[in-house]
């Protein structure tokens, strides 16, 4: 799967496809956000719905590194999302 970089606030974060499809198929899609590593780490999930590209992929490598960050902002802790198992 794609990867991204994108900085925020002097931090990098790593951008995928969340690999888990939802009913809307090709209507949307999840993100993962994260940063640092080990037990550390931090992962955040945002879905949205594409306006051109149908692909994930292809979505992804589309987005400018400003739509990126916008997403990241109203993105949700790992731990209330099923794409990451509720984990913290």
Request: glycine fraction near 10%; avoid cysteine.
């Amino acid at each position: 799967m794609p990867r991204r970089m994108i900085e925020v606030d002097g931090d990098q974060w790593e951008v995928a496809v969340s690999g888990r499809i939802t009913q809307y198929t090709k209507d949307e899609f999840g993100l993962v956000f994260s940063r640092g590593i080990g037990p550390d780490r931090e992962r955040r999930v945002v879905r949205y719905s594409p306006l051109g590209a149908k692909s994930r992929e292809l979505s992804l490598g589309r987005m400018s590194d400003r739509e990126l960050r916008e997403l990241l902002a109203h993105s949700q802790p790992s731990w209330t999302s099923p794409e990451l198992g509720y984990r913290r």
